[in-house]
C-alpha cells in the first residue's frame, strides 16, 4: 500500500493574496494563512473557543487563480499535504517549519464574506465574480 499525505478541510482565509513569481523559474506561488475554529466544554463545563492558523504554499496555475479570485475572509475547502521545511537562520541555528502545500480547492461562499452588513472586510478587487462565473 503506498503512502498518503492528504487532508481535506474547510477554512477561512485570514491574509490579503499576493501571487509572486519564483525568479529562477517564473512559476507562480502564493503564500497564505487559514484559520479553523473549535469549540470544547472544559472539565467545569466552560465553553472554550479556539482558533488554529495553518500556513498555506500554493503553486503555479493554482497560485494564479486563487490570487485573481480570492481574499481574506473567503471561505474555502482545500485538499492538501503537509510539508515541512528545513534551513538555518542567520546565528546558524536550525529552524524548521511545517506548511500546508494546496494541491486543490473548491469555493464554499455563495457571496464573499465582505457583502456581510456584519463584516468589516474590505473588498480584494473593485469588480465581483460570482462563483458562476468563474472558468473551472
Request: net charge negative.
Given at each position: 500500500?503506498?503512502?498518503?499525505?492528504?487532508?481535506?478541510?474547510?477554512?477561512?482565509?485570514t491574509?490579503?493574496?499576493?501571487?509572486?513569481?519564483i525568479?529562477?523559474?517564473?512559476?507562480?506561488?502564493?503564500?497564505?494563512s487559514?484559520?479553523?475554529?473549535?469549540?470544547?466544554?472544559?472539565?467545569?463545563?466552560?465553553?472554550i473557543?479556539?482558533?488554529?492558523?495553518?500556513?498555506?504554499?500554493?503553486?503555479?496555475?493554482?497560485?494564479?487563480?486563487?490570487?485573481?479570485?480570492l481574499?481574506k475572509?473567503?471561505?474555502?475547502?482545500?485538499?492538501w499535504?503537509?510539508?515541512?521545511?528545513?534551513?538555518?537562520?542567520q546565528?546558524?541555528?536550525k529552524?524548521?517549519?511545517?506548511?500546508?502545500?494546496?494541491?486543490?480547492?473548491?469555493?464554499c461562499?455563495?457571496?464573499?464574506?465582505?457583502?456581510?452588513?456584519?463584516?468589516?472586510?474590505?473588498?480584494?478587487?473593485?469588480?465581483?465574480?460570482?462563483?458562476?462565473d468563474?472558468?473551472?
Amino acid at each position: 500500500m503506498a503512502d498518503l499525505n492528504k487532508v481535506m478541510l474547510i477554512w477561512r482565509i485570514t491574509t490579503d493574496l499576493e501571487v509572486k513569481k519564483i525568479w529562477d523559474s517564473w512559476n507562480s506561488v502564493l503564500n497564505f494563512s487559514l484559520a479553523t475554529n473549535r469549540s470544547y466544554k472544559n472539565k467545569s463545563g466552560e465553553k472554550i473557543e479556539e482558533a488554529e492558523f495553518h500556513r498555506c504554499v500554493v503553486f503555479g496555475p493554482l497560485a494564479d487563480m486563487m490570487g485573481q479570485y480570492l481574499w481574506k475572509g473567503r471561505k474555502i475547502f482545500v485538499e492538501w499535504r503537509l510539508r515541512t521545511r528545513q534551513w538555518e537562520d542567520q546565528s546558524g541555528n536550525k529552524r524548521y517549519t511545517t506548511e500546508i502545500v494546496v494541491t486543490d480547492i473548491n469555493f464554499c461562499d455563495s457571496k464573499p464574506a465582505w457583502w456581510s452588513s456584519t463584516s468589516d472586510l474590505t473588498p480584494k478587487k473593485e469588480e465581483t465574480t460570482e462563483d458562476d462565473d468563474i472558468p473551472f
